[in-house]
């Protein structure tokens, strides 16, 4: 059985840091894309960031040079850094397992963890 499981979430003020891990099991994931997606309230789901089997990252534009997506390949786990934190960057985080080209299609994904920034 798949599991994706997000952790790291929290409520911070405007400037601060927050890591968001995330676990995957229960298969092989060696030739998936990991990746970070964001919800907002009324508005739709968004790519934030993804890392590939090759190391090869994608990161929405608003969050380049603030956020930094990594990956360890052994422990099937994948992190995102993100500094400077915005208000604007408030949202659910989910965690996705799945093609690198067509990301809208991911295969599997976690329950999300909260991102709260305050002003």
């Known amino acids: 059985q798949v599991r994706i499981v997000e952790s790291g979430g929290g409520v911070v003020q405007a400037g601060d840091s927050l890591r968001l891990s995330c676990a995957a099991s229960?298969?092989?994931?060696?030739?998936?894309?990991l990746g970070w997606f964001r919800q907002a309230p009324g508005k739709e789901r968004e790519l934030v960031s993804q890392?590939?089997?090759?190391?090869?990252?994608y990161y929405l534009e608003a969050v380049k040079d603030r956020f930094a997506i990594s990956r360890d390949f052994a422990k099937n786990t994948i992190a995102l850094q993100m500094n400077s934190l915005k208000p604007e960057d408030s949202a659910v985080y989910y965690c996705g397992a799945g093609d690198w080209y067509r990301p809208n299609e991911y295969k599997y994904w976690g329950q999300g963890t909260q991102v709260t920034v305050s002003t």
């Open positions: 890392i590939n089997w090759n190391n090869d990252t």
């Open positions: 229960g298969r092989t994931f060696s030739n998936y894309a």
